[in-house]
């Protein structure tokens, strides 16, 4: 008998070891995005802030990076040029030694 995982733990199971986007996510697993932020919301509580890595968005025109965004969605524009051109955040879990 195999046991099912729920979402959260398929999510955490993809991310460990392997920085992916929240569409990447939304896409191999077939759910909705905005509940893939949600759970990471949740994993990112879960595992710590050390252990939980987030890649940050980037202005695609002039390179501002958003090192300090605290949500995990990605910005509609750069603060800097007001281009809407930005990277989406990736995420990961580092594996424990």
Known sequence: MTEEL??????????????LTAKMISKMLMVKEKDVIDHLNHIAMSVGKKDFIIEPSMCMK???VF???????????????KHEGISEPRFGIKKED
């Open 6 to 19: 729920t979402i959260r733990q398929e999510i955490k199971r993809l991310i460990t070891n392997n920085m």
């Open 62 to 64: 002039c390179g501002f």
């Open 67 to 81: 090192n300090k965004r605290e949500r995990l969605t990605s910005p509609s524009r750069c603060p800097i040029c």
